[in-house]
């Protein structure tokens, strides 16, 4: 027996509402990691031990979270079989979720080393990577206000972003290798900043990630491992 026109409706509503609740999940996820990047990112620069322990011990939440939201994508596929941009909705949400979980990790990671060197009186070189820092925070910030608001220019200016980062953390590297062959007792510190930097870089790369999924969702296109200028071309062809 098919089933009657109001019954189709109603089962509609209930599959967008399901949409919606998801996307909200998103973005709840994403303040969290915002939260947590910005905490451990204060908490080294200003060796605020209390800080970093803070964002060290709550990494569970923002795992708990991509479980949750990783088991809503599967009982929606399975239960509401999605099509279109649907579909592409739940996948993007699937990558999305993942990439915020690495910055979760990454933030860890720079909690982490915020209590190792809190004590160390060298860890005022921890302020050359301040900008760093902001500059990505700024990126992430972007990235889910680009997602919430399905706002490609917005994305694509992210992606620009990537490699500004890409060329800063470049920039500290070759200072940083000059420190440790001016005065040898810096070698240990520096190393520490090495692996913040590292882990700053990798957050700008998520928060591309974030910013290709949402392209792919609103227009349909893969656009990862693509150049910039094809990017953009194919964005304003669409």
Not at 15 to 30: I, T
Request: charged share 25%; proline share 1%.
């Amino acid at each position: 027996m098919e089933e009657s026109k109001e019954t189709q409706n109603h089962i509609s509503q209930r599959f967008n509402a399901e949409l919606r609740a998801l996307h909200h999940q998103v973005l709840g996820m994403g303040g969290l990691v915002e939260e947590q990047l910005s905490n451990a990112i204060v908490a080294l620069i200003n060796q605020n031990e209390q800080l970093a322990r803070r964002v060290y011990t709550s990494d569970y939440k923002v795992n708990a979270l991509e479980v949750l939201i990783d088991d809503e994508c599967t009982r929606i596929l399975v239960r509401r079989q999605p099509t279109a941009s649907d579909l592409r909705l739940v996948m993007s949400v699937i990558k999305i979720i993942n990439d915020l979980e690495r910055i979760g990790d990454e933030s860890e990671r720079i909690a982490r080393m915020a209590l190792q060197v809190h004590s160390d009186p060298k860890a005022r070189f921890f302020s050359l990577i301040q900008h760093l820092g902001e500059h990505v925070q700024q990126m992430v910030h972007d990235a889910l206000d680009s997602f919430a608001r399905l706002d490609v220019d917005t994305a694509l200016q992210v992606i620009r972003e990537d490699r500004k980062v890409n060329e800063e953390y470049e920039s500290i590297i070759r200072q940083l290798i000059t420190y440790m062959m001016d005065d040898s007792r810096t070698i240990p510190t520096v190393i520490n900043i090495l692996w913040v930097a590292r882990s700053l870089e990798r957050i700008g790369d998520h928060a591309r990630n974030v910013c290709e999924y949402l392209i792919y969702y609103v227009k349909g296109q893969d656009i990862r491992h693509t150049s910039m200028q094809n990017i953009e071309e194919q964005a304003k062809s669409s």
